[in-house]
């Protein structure tokens, strides 16, 4: 049998491993990505103007077949880009006034790209710059939505492309309670785009094709979702950026940017479904009928401009033949989403639209089953109290009572351990030299006082797999985006702010980022130090210096996690206290946490020494 200790030590080791790691490698990484994303966005910048729309995405439009339309050679660039003001200003547009959206519709090419979410800024200052997803070409970074026709092998038709100008029909504004509808005419066929909106970002497109002449005509419709340059990302490894779908037996497709560059197209035929581009709080994705055949692809390629290569990605699909009949007319009906990733929103349009696990649009991880519930208990809470810190602690209670039998099972052996301590150090001095003796008599004692050695790991293996689902529902909720808690806690997703170093302000200095030790981190390595003291120092050395160091290790190494993760990790410590502590107590153990954290030192010095 092994010794608990050694369960322990390695729980605990794992654990600090991950934990370091993500402090010392990959925070410092995700520095420098975004150093030098700032840089490539500048460079970007430079180069996204003056290119021609219909080969500005440089993949080019779906085609019968699978095969991709060679993309048309870019405009000479002008000397100096356009901002994005005069990009939107280029081409004649019809406003966008929702709740959630403000922007604008192109009517060149009859394209969706001037987005702004209204509802959403840069940073927790209300006076800070709104969020702006979708930009025409012609300005920097580029992104925008498409919908179109591509005509089938032999047919001689006319059909509309990204320079075509529509005409405006009706409607002077798209609202919710106001579409409006394009018209163009192409010979013998007649085009009519109706474009909706609801109250938040589900834009809805229904192309009407009218064939006047006296044969049928097919057409093939298509949407794509454009990007140019890389956006940026968090760059964390428990979210997905990038390209992303479900697309029905091929199920949930997850593309990081680079794996598209290096691994080149891929495609996918499905019945319903969905797919686009999802940055950790926005997306666009485009969603055809439900019902309806259509092939799907996520492709990269680039455009040259002023001597240097942008990247381009694209997601769109190609949808199977309409048939117009001679005399008649066919409607095509798909749908776009362009906006922030709200829980409730996305679920919503699931239900309402039947799309097929729209809810994957959120990277939910891993931890699913426990993710999902976890948010909507802190979000049961937020409506009850209005603050989703208050909401934090409540659900800690609440996961403790779930896991009170268990806990209280675990600390009622952890007194039992701690009341045969004297005759376990016995045990160990008389047969030093002879383990297996030692681990035989360990066993029957155990066996003779009813003790699980191992039942002391099971609060941190309960607690482990909760704080990893609160990190990931933190991290990629919006809806804990500059969520504030109370006091100086303006953010619940980001670090606390504050730290020791210069004494929490008072000193007009900012240290270097691993000095930044705050308010929370500290209480936290406080009440983590004091549920060790509960009980007496291990007899192993390597276990007693862990649990000697633990604490101030967890402190640096939380002290840049989201602040609300750290609450709530420090609150679950002060439960925990106060539980082990009543139960310790009513076992008939005595509780010296002085005596016990006198003993640690006196042990840690002790080894020293030698």
Do not use: V, Y
């Given at each position: 049998m092994i010794d608990n200790k050694n369960y322990l030590i390695a729980i605990v080791l794992s654990f600090m491993v991950m934990i370091t790691w993500h402090y010392t490698v990959n925070a410092p990484q995700?520095?420098?990505?975004?150093?030098?994303?700032?840089?490539?966005?500048?460079?970007?910048?430079?180069?996204?103007?003056g290119q021609q729309d219909a080969a500005s995405d440089g993949v080019g439009i779906p085609q019968p077949g699978g095969e991709t339309g060679a993309p048309a050679v870019p405009q000479a660039t002008p000397a100096a880009p356009a901002n994005r003001e005069t990009a939107v200003a280029a081409t004649p547009r019809i406003p966008i006034e929702t709740p959630e959206i403000e922007g604008s519709i192109s009517l060149r090419g009859g394209r969706i790209d001037d987005v702004v979410l209204r509802q959403y800024r840069e940073t927790v200052d209300p006076g800070s710059d709104q969020i702006v997803l979708l930009s025409p070409s012609g300005g920097p970074s580029p992104y925008y939505a498409e919908f179109g026709f591509v005509g089938a092998s032999g047919q001689d038709v006319a059909l509309p492309n990204a320079d075509t100008i529509w005409e405006l029909e009706s409607g002077d504004r798209l609202t919710p309670s106001s579409p409006v509808v394009l018209r163009h005419e192409a010979g013998d066929l007649t085009f009519r785009r109706t474009i909706s909106i609801d109250n938040q970002f589900m834009f809805t497109v229904a192309d009407t094709v009218t064939n006047a002449s006296g044969d049928a005509v097919s057409v093939f419709p298509y949407g794509l979702v454009s990007r140019h340059g890389l956006p940026d990302m968090a760059n964390f490894y428990i979210l997905h950026e990038g390209l992303i779908g479900v697309l029905g037996e091929d199920g949930l497709q997850e593309i990081d940017y680079d794996d598209l560059t290096d691994d080149g197209p891929q495609t996918f035929s499905t019945t319903g479904g969905w797919l686009g581009i999802t940055d950790k709080y926005w997306a666009t994705a485009l969603v055809p009928e439900q019902d309806s055949k259509f092939k799907a692809r996520f492709a990269s390629g680039s455009v040259n401009a002023a001597g240097a290569t942008t990247p381009t990605f694209q997601a769109d699909f190609l949808r199977d033949a309409v048939n117009v009949p001679a005399q008649g007319e066919a409607t095509i009906t798909n749908r776009l989403f362009a906006g922030a990733k709200q829980v409730s929103i996305i679920d919503g349009y699931e239900e309402k639209f039947g799309i097929d696990r729209f809810e994957l649009l959120i990277d939910w991880g891993w931890f699913y089953f426990i993710t999902k519930p976890l948010f909507y208990g802190i979000d049961y809470f937020f409506h009850l109290t209005g603050n989703f810190g208050v909401a934090i602690l409540l659900v800690t209670v609440i996961l403790k009572l779930i896991f009170f039998p268990l806990a209280s099972k675990s600390y009622k052996s952890m007194a039992g351990m701690k009341k045969v301590q004297p005759e376990m150090a016995k045990i160990?001095?008389?047969?030093?030299?002879?383990?297996?003796?030692?681990?035989?008599?360990?066993m029957e004692l155990y066996k003779k006082e009813k003790i699980n050695p191992l039942s002391g790991c099971l609060p941190i293996l309960l607690q482990i797999p909760v704080f990893f689902a609160l990190y990931k529902v933190l991290f990629v909720t919006i809806e804990m985006r500059h969520a504030p808690f109370f006091g100086w806690i303006r953010d619940l997703s980001a670090p606390d702010p504050t730290t020791i170093f210069n004494l929490f302000g008072l000193i007009p200095w900012d240290p270097p980022s691993f000095l930044m030790l705050g308010v929370w981190p500290l209480l936290m390595g406080i009440t983590m130090f004091i549920q060790m003291r509960l009980n007496p120092p291990p007899p192993d050395p390597t276990q007693a210096m862990i649990f000697a160091w633990m604490p101030l290790i967890f402190m640096f190494m939380l002290a840049s996690f989201p602040a609300g993760l750290v609450i709530y990790w420090t609150w679950n410590n002060f439960l925990s206290i106060l539980q082990q502590y009543t139960i310790m107590k009513r076992q008939g153990v005595d509780v010296n946490i002085w005596e016990n954290t006198r003993a640690l030192f006196r042990r840690t010095k002790a080894e020293d020494a030698k």
């Open positions: 995700m520095e420098r990505q975004k150093q030098e994303q700032a840089l490539l966005e500048e460079q970007q910048a430079l180069e996204a103007a160990r001095e008389r047969h030093a030299d002879d383990k297996m003796k030692q681990q035989q008599l360990l």
